[in-house]
């Protein structure tokens, strides 16, 4: 694996799972794997999870790790050929050739704008620091995906799945900011990858990219979609077609112990943070059924499998 931005960059995904949890069955098994190696994670958007699973995983490599505010340095210019006399001090390119003589990976996390559509789904800001980077981008989420999650996703389901082709519904969450696409499309990408009957369910207007949803099926009655469902995973997300735009009110589309019980028994997940009683009942998120800490604890095997797997291919 040269890089690690989306599910198309991973050679073998059964591989890439497996090795996750066999870090997670011996941590320490490779201690010495990133020994005088150094991770540099640029943060440009906040992070809890991403930013201390990413941060333990190269430490149990034995790798030095770099955390970064990207927002605290000079403001960076992503555009090619400006005059740069705005409030941009200094252009990704120089910037991203720097970070490379210290880092031997470097890892980002950088949201969309939700306002230009173009240029976020063309992920510029990744593109641009892997065009001028010398060393392998790992992606803490973009604009467009957060492939990290959906890894912790896909590994999180393969041990709970109690048949061989589990039936997962992606449920979109009412929520009062207007968020990114990035981990529903992501998610969708991975499931489509992977062994599972994918439905997504969502009202009309909140539509992923064709270029993500494919030839999934897509179900406007949330309660029929959770029919037999054996994973139900939920995320809020803004308009693809009115732009970053929240266009539904109210809490008919919030996870309720009601709705779980038209489910096969299904596991509640959410990649985290969630809002309690916005985007899910508490009596689903507190129940036995929820995975959504078990999801937490494997976001850090999943970045160990990654890291390894790109430290594999600098050897
Ligand atoms: C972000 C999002 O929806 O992409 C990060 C989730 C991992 N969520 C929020 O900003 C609440
Ligand atoms: N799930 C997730 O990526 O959480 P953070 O935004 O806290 O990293």
Redesign the pocket.
């Known amino acids: 694996m040269k890089h690690f931005t989306s599910v198309h960059d991973v050679d073998d995904l059964t591989k890439l799972v497996d090795l996750a949890f066999a870090a997670k069955a011996n941590p320490n098994h490779n201690k010495n794997m990133g020994q005088h190696k150094t991770l540099i994670l640029l943060f440009f958007n906040?992070s809890l999870?991403?930013r201390l699973s990413t941060e333990v995983a190269g430490h149990r490599l034995g790798m030095s790790v770099i955390t970064m505010n990207a927002g605290q340095g000079w403001k960076l210019e992503f555009e090619d050929e400006v005059i740069m006399n705005s409030d941009k001090a200094e252009h990704i390119k120089e910037a991203a050739a720097v970070i490379s003589q210290y880092a031997d990976l470097i890892g980002v996390r950088t949201?969309p704008s939700l306002t230009d559509r173009e240029a976020d789904y063309q992920d510029r800001i990744l593109h641009k620091l892997m065009t001028y980077a010398s060393v392998p981008v790992i992606s803490l989420?973009s604009a467009i995906r957060?492939p990290l999650?959906s890894l912790t996703d896909l590994m999180t389901i393969r041990h709970f799945q109690k048949t061989e082709r589990p039936k997962v519904v992606l449920s979109w969450a009412p929520?009062p900011?207007a968020?990114?696409q990035?981990?529903a499309n992501s998610f969708v990408e991975w499931m489509q990858a992977a062994a599972v009957d994918l439905v997504v369910t969502h009202p009309p207007g909140y539509e992923l990219a064709p270029e993500f949803i494919g030839a999934t099926p897509v179900e406007y009655d949330q309660k029929k979609a959770f029919a037999e469902a054996d994973f139900i995973y939920t995320?809020?997300?803004s308009s693809y077609a009115d732009y970053g735009k929240v266009l539904t009110k109210g809490s008919e589309w919030m996870v309720t112990p009601e709705k779980m019980a038209l489910t096969q028994n299904a596991y509640f997940m959410h990649?985290?943070?969630v809002r309690r009683n916005v985007v899910v009942a508490d009596q689903v998120i507190d129940s036995s059924a929820s995975l959504v800490i078990e999801q937490a604890n494997n976001r850090q095997w999943a970045a160990q499998a990654v890291i390894q797997s790109l430290l594999n291919d600098l050897l």
Do not use: G, N, Y
């Open positions: 906040p999870r991403t949201f989420e957060h999650q929520h900011k968020l990114p990035a981990v995320k809020s997300w990649c985290l943070p």
